[in-house]
């Protein structure tokens, strides 16, 4: 089957100046394809371009496999597009989502329903007649997504959609949103540069720096593996991995990852599901059979070298303990303990240095989301 | 003072007894500039569109001409018509001096830079991402125009209050390229002059209160039609 | 909902665009704005049927109605002492009535009126200024050049006669009465027929008030400059009739009766072979109009009911040299 969307051969300019080149990009019915990269490598424009908001100076977008070109009005029309800013116009909060049902065509009364449904799905129905000037940040944000949902897109594009929230508004709108997108399977586009949302919500994620994608994978790939340091440095060279957490008790939150348990610090609200994020810096490495000395470090937990690579005077070493975990040490450590690819390390690190993240119901790294 | 109120007195005689040609002349200044102010709006619209949406080289030079012709005075622009609609100017074979259209004209050509300066004044103001999330949302150029218009509608009521205002105190203009003809192309404006030259002050003042109160009503509705939320 | 409110706000003032562009109100034409005390010009059929009568003569007999030929619009040029009268407000719809034209009065000075002519901008003018109407004939523009009426012109002031002027009985000697004794004085200065006079009298008085701090010009009609005139208590010369029209003065005649004030009122057509678009017919039947008997007896007993005198002296018929003048141009 075609992909959904494709991008071939693009290249975008403005005034003159190349400011995103695309060879080749697909994006599959029903996966969610986070894009993430630093300030002006070109994220929005690679969504805009997807949004047929943007014609490329050279190339093609293809929708379900065929060119889109002279008929963009009309396949636009089943996309959606969320922004950072709602953008609310000045009238009701029905009338706002009824604005784009409108303007594709949809028949009064199939409008009426829909606003109904998304209103209530978002839990805004209550704001329905409310003027939007007159409601808050996170509800606004709310309605935005109830307008794009009632849409019925086949494609949902969404540019940093929660950027400019609070972090427990933006956790939990994030939740809704995962929520939905399982439900209705819609193949989407976000674009982020949070790296905990490209990992809960995203399939695959797309690097994107300097107008170019430098890596494309599904996510805990990219995330394990980043193919340069450009890309190294964006998705943070972290060992994130699933887990789920198995017991909360003086403020430790113990949680099966794997064959292991590690422990971090428990925190209010936290679900069963959650990412656990650890820092290469955070990491200690030992010898497997040294003496275990007395520390505060609860963690300890034993693996095998896989990669290690030379930084300056430092050393990124990659572990494999039924997971990839990195850790980060000097060049001179590295020498000193004379370690080598494919030999067995310990690594400990405290419970302060885990950091967990809930992560939605919708899918765990690795899996491919049915289609 | 006893001139102003002797006016105010005349002017609610006039308005009791309703004299036909005062209604007429009254009825005619309304039309005239109402269709110069809808011109206006016409050409104001697009225009502001294409000066706010559009990046051009030599916009800001186009932009300036527009703010000047907010300036322009309405004497000058009459000679000018004028002399184009005359018999003996390029325009002469249309007929059109001293007609009511040749007002409309003229009075469009005054209000026309007013209506546009403040439509791209306004809708620049405007966050450019919104057009972006109209055209997502699946809007085409018109639709997504028309709803713009809509969340401008504060600033745009008051350009076309503006441009009303502007062309129905026209006077200088009005008379030069209409001519002041009794039944044809006399309006409130020049129907004082008339007076005033003729010593009936009175008469004067009436239509000059006559001409403030039918400027207050107008304004009171678009100020209406301004302020409604669409709730 | 509301939106439509809007759009039909613009709906309506489209329509009524539509309408007044289609058709101006000529069935309801009003010729003034007077609404309550409008004795003089009232133009009731009885009013022009009156004079009829009383002339005696058959009215009817010599204006045979005029079968309109061309083009209905028909622009006068005239002075503005001929419209502050309110005498055209009269023969106009007169002449309209049964000739289906349309006449355009434009009321601006002589001088400008003449200058419309030259340029094909009139069809028809009625000025009072035969001195520089000879020039528009020479040039063969002005056609058909016709002595329709008179009235004279007359030195106003105010009561107080700062300058002594009563009594005196020639017009040069009150000049120079002005000039000496420096009292405000007010000249219409646009080159009118009024102006022109007044200019040719200054001369002939051997005195030049140019420049002078009492010597103002106003660049108006008769009807403004005559309120300029009366808010400065200043001395004034205009025609009779507009004086006699006006409404709201204080100043008084101070000088009248010299043979050099003698105004007369002549009627050309503008020479539609000069211009292509001149409405040569409609001119001429205008012009014919002015010397017809019905006109001349509306003119002859035009503003005897309000003013106890007539305003104008109907002239056509008689030779310039009859009424007055040396010449036919002055």
Known sequence: MAPKLSLRDVVVRRRGAEVLRVPSLDVHEGEVLAVIGPNGAGKTTLLQVLALLDRPAQGEVLFDGARVRGRELSIRRRMALMMQDPLLLRRSVAENVATGIRMRGVPRSERKARIGRWLARFDVAHLAERSARKISGGEAHRVSLARAFALEPEVLLLDEPFAALDQPTRETLLDELAGALGETGLTTVFVTHDRGEALRLGDR????VGGRIRQVGATAEVFAAPVDEGVASLVGAETIVAGKR???????????????????????????????VLRPEDV????PDSHRPESSARNRLHGTITRITLLGYQARVSIDCGFPLLALITKQSLEEMGLAVGEEIAATFKAHAVHLMARGASVSIGEQRSS | MDLIWDGLREAIHILRTGDNSVWSITLRSLLVS??????????GILGGAFLAFKDFRGRNILLSLVNTGMGLPPVAVGLIVAVILWRSGPLGQFRLIYTPAAMVIAQTIIAAPIVTGFTAAALRHLDPRLRTQL?????????????????????????????FGGAISEVGASMMVGGNLAGETRVLTTAVMLEVSRGDFPVAMALSIILLVLIFIVNAILTSVQQQEKM | MKRIRFGMLIMALLLSFGLLACGSDKETKEETTQP???????????????????????????????????????????????????LLDVLVPEFEKDSGYNVKVIAVGTGQALAMGERGDADVMLVHAPSSEKKVVDEGVGIDRRLVMHNDFVLLGPASDPAGIKGTTK??????????????????????????????????????PKGKSWYEETGQGMGASLQVANQRDA??????????????????????????????????????????????????????????????????????????????????GRTYEEVGLATPFG
Request: negative net charge; aromatic residues 6%; glycine residues 8%.
């Open chain 1, 205 to 208: 994620v797309a690097v994107i």
């Open chain 1, 246 to 276: 198995v017991a909360s008790a003086d403020g430790i939150a113990s949680v099966r990852v794997g064959e292991h348990v590690i422990d971090g610090l428990a925190r209010d609200g936290l679900p069963e599901d959650v990412l656990v």
């Open chain 1, 284 to 287: 200690t490495l030992m010898k």
């Open chain 2, 34 to 43: 109402g269709s110069a102010v809808v011109i206006s709006l016409v050409l």
């Open chain 2, 135 to 163: 055209y997502a949302l699946g809007a085409s150029r018109m639709q997504m125009l028309w709803i713009v218009l809509w969340e401008t509608k504060l600033p745009l009521m008051a350009a076309v209050m503006a441009g």
């Open chain 3, 36 to 86: 309550t005390s409008a004795a003089t010009t009232q133009k009731t059929p009885s009013g022009t049927a009156a004079a009829a009568t009383t002339t005696g003569t058959a009215a009817a007999a010599t204006s045979t109605p005029v079968v309109r030929e061309g083009p209905k619009d028909v622009i006068l040029a005239t002075t503005t002492s001929t419209q502050d009268t309110g």
């Open chain 3, 171 to 208: 017009a040069t000697d009150a000049l120079t009465k002005v000039f000496n004794a420096g009292a405000a004085f007010i000249s219409r200065g646009d080159d009118s027929g009024t102006d022109k006079l007044e200019k040719a009298l200054w001369k002939k008085a051997n005195l030049d």
């Open chain 3, 235 to 316: 001395y004034i010369m205009s025609d009779r009739g507009t004086f006699l029209a006006a409404k709201s003065l204080s100043l008084t005649i101070v000088l009248e009766g010299d043979p050099a004030l003698l105004n007369v009122y002549s009627v050309m057509g503008v020479n539609p072979e000069k211009f292509s678009l001149v409405n040569g017919p409609g001119g001429k039947a205008f012009a014919d109009f002015m010397v017809s008997d019905t006109a001349q007896s509306i003119i002859k007993d035009f503003g005897t009911e309000k003013y106890g005198r007539p305003l104008f002296i109907a002239d056509a």
